[in-house]
């Protein structure tokens, strides 16, 4: 059985940093890129980053780009989101994402961890 685990949420003021992990179990984690995406309340799903299954490339939202870094490491079955500079419009269920895919695009991903609360205060 496949399952994602994140942690890492919490509640920050603005220009604060976060560390979110995520960590796979039940899947050859060194085989799937890792996406990053975030959902606030009353708005879509929205993607924020991604990274290969060797950590060769990443991809990142505009709205996220030099503040938001993506890494992994696959001894441990896990990936990680540091993010830096938090704005209060950051503030989101944060949720990471398995798949055989590099890709933004959320539907191309096959699992999906239960999401952890960032809330950046003003």
């Known amino acids: 059985q496949v399952e994602l685990v994140e942690s890492g949420g919490g509640l920050v003021q603005t220009g604060g940093s976060l560390r979110l992990s995520c960590q796979a179990s039940g899947l050859a984690f060194s085989s799937y890129g890792m996406g990053w995406f975030r959902q606030a309340l009353g708005k879509e799903r929205e993607f924020v980053g991604r990274?290969?299954?060797?950590?060769?490339?990443?991809y990142y939202a505009n709205s996220v780009k030099g503040r938001f870094t993506i890494s992994r490491d696959n001894a441990k079955n896990t990936v990680y989101l540091q993010m830096n500079s938090l704005k209060p419009e950051d503030t989101a269920v944060y949720y990471c994402a398995a798949g055989r895919v590099n890709s933004r695009h959320s539907n191309e991903y096959t699992y999906w961890g239960q999401g952890t609360q960032v809330t950046v205060s003003s």
């Open positions: 990274i290969s299954w060797s950590a060769g490339s990443t």
